[in-house]
């Protein structure tokens, strides 16, 4: 069975600051690892996806991901914190590629930017 | 707009009652997923489609949720003698099969209370 752990509810940081976010997971398999935000009132938009190859993962809007087996982690980070990037964002996990199992999605990671 | 679409974005509804929504996949898409997403959680799997075949169902669908994908194009998801419980956003997907990893792209959503 795979599961997904945010470790922060929350997180705020100041605008140019920074970003992030941590992400625990379980799974019996190589897992496929991806990171999704959802904005108020739009549907979910993935930002980046590890699937076995480089273990440093470059996504949209600046993000990027490093995949560490030993430590079972997928940390999203960000150099620079921009107010645009205030949202909801969910590690998730999948054995299958996110194909025939669907997706396993954490309990999300609320990003608050300061101004 | 050529993205994955749901109707309606909102429906409220009395306990007892029953309630379809309706989700259109990207075109080319030929697998199809349905979640379930309460307040403060994330998405939670609740069955997919290869084409208009229902290949998985998690153990969350219970008897009263039916959902069917007759020409393996858009899919109808059915709850019958709705509860409160049944109040939160129903999700769709849509991936197409390429490689081992299968994105997916998330319609808008149906929130659904359930009153």
């Known amino acids: 069975a795979q599961s997904v752990t945010q470790l922060d509810s929350h997180v705020s940081v100041s605008e140019g600051t920074p970003v992030l976010l941590r992400c625990n997971y379980s799974?019996?398999?190589?897992?496929?690892l991806f990171w999704y935000v959802q904005h108020p009132n739009k549907g979910l938009q993935l930002l980046l996806k590890?699937?076995?190859?480089?273990?440093l993962v470059k996504g949209i809007n600046g993000f990027e991901a490093e995949f560490k087996k030993s430590e079972t982690s997928f940390h999203l980070t960000k150099p620079s914190a921009h107010m645009s990037d205030a949202a909801e964002y969910f590690c998730?996990?999948?054995?299958?590629?996110?194909?025939?199992?669907?997706?396993?999605f954490g309990k999300g990671t609320h990003l608050i930017i300061q101004p | 707009d050529t993205g994955v679409s749901q109707n309606p974005r909102h429906k409220i509804t009395k306990r007892g009652q029953n309630v379809t929504f309706r989700c259109d996949p990207i075109?080319?898409?030929?697998?199809l997923y349905w979640y379930r997403q309460t307040l403060g959680q994330g998405p939670e799997f609740l069955t997919y489609?290869?084409?208009?075949?229902?290949?998985?169902k998690s153990r969350l669908l219970s008897d009263r949720f039916s959902a069917e994908r007759p020409k393996g194009s858009f899919s109808t998801l059915e709850i019958q003698r709705t509860e409160q419980g049944d109040s939160a956003m129903y999700l769709c997907?849509?991936?197409?099969?390429?490689?081992?990893?299968?994105?997916?792209?998330f319609g808008p959503g149906t929130r659904l209370t359930v009153t």
């Open positions: 997907a849509s991936s197409f099969n390429l490689g081992s990893s299968y994105e997916q792209y």
């Open positions: 799974s019996s398999y190589s897992p496929s």
């Open positions: 590890y699937t076995s190859a480089a273990t």
């Open positions: 998730v996990v999948s054995e299958t590629g996110g194909g025939a199992d669907g997706l396993t």
């Open positions: 075109s080319e898409h030929n697998r």
């Open positions: 489609f290869q084409n208009e075949a229902q290949l998985e």
